[in-house]
């Protein structure tokens, strides 16, 4: 019975994290991995990572973000453009998405939830606090959005292996 309880309550949290709108059909969301970004010692943001199927790899997966301090849209998105630039991204492709940051990325303040759905050959949605605020339709923008987090050459390796932790069962 306890099992059960739990269970439910993990479905529960699970179906509350995610937008209805970000569960598009998939198998069920499980919550993957999770972590604190820090920066020189002060939290931005608690990142949680969600996957539908069986790995992150392979399957849709929705990278959350909840914030611990206020963010500027412009801020979102020239460090979105510095990292994949430094992971790789060429200047044309960055111009190109840099307009599609801007539509997709709101003001942020602390407590706000930002949303990332990585669908695999496909591109991305996105949602602030449960709100859909735009689709990429890319798949390569998709690929190097996440591989800011999920990288191997990731700013943040800590948080990259608390965010791919396998979980139990």
């Known amino acids: 019975m306890r099992r059960l309880i739990l269970l439910a309550l993990f479905v529960a949290a699970t179906a509350q994290a995610l937008p209805e709108s970000a569960r598009r059909g998939e198998q069920a969301w499980r919550q993957w991995g999770s972590g604190e970004m820090t920066w020189f010692g002060f939290s931005l943001y608690r990142a949680t990572l969600w996957v539908a199927g069986a790995s992150p790899e392979s399957s849709p997966s929705a990278l959350q973000l909840d914030y611990r ?3 500027s ?21 960055l111009k190109r998405w840099e307009a599609d940051l801007r539509r997709v990325f709101p003001e ?5 939830r930002i949303v990332g759905v990585h669908y695999p050959g496909v591109g991305a949605s996105f949602y602030h606090q449960g709100q859909a605020t735009g689709d990429v339709n890319n798949a390569e923008f998709a690929r190097r959005f996440f591989a ?3 990288d191997p050459d990731s700013r943040s390796p800590a948080l990259r292996a ?8």
């Open 73 to 93: 849209r412009e801020r979102l998105v020239q460090t979105s453009l510095d990292e994949m630039r430094r992971l790789g991204a060429d200047e044309t492709q």
């Open 162 to 169: 608390l965010l791919l932790k396998r979980p139990e069962g």
């Open 108 to 112: 942020v303040k602390e407590g706000d």
């Open 148 to 150: 800011i987090w999920l």
């Open 69 to 71: 301090r206020d963010i």
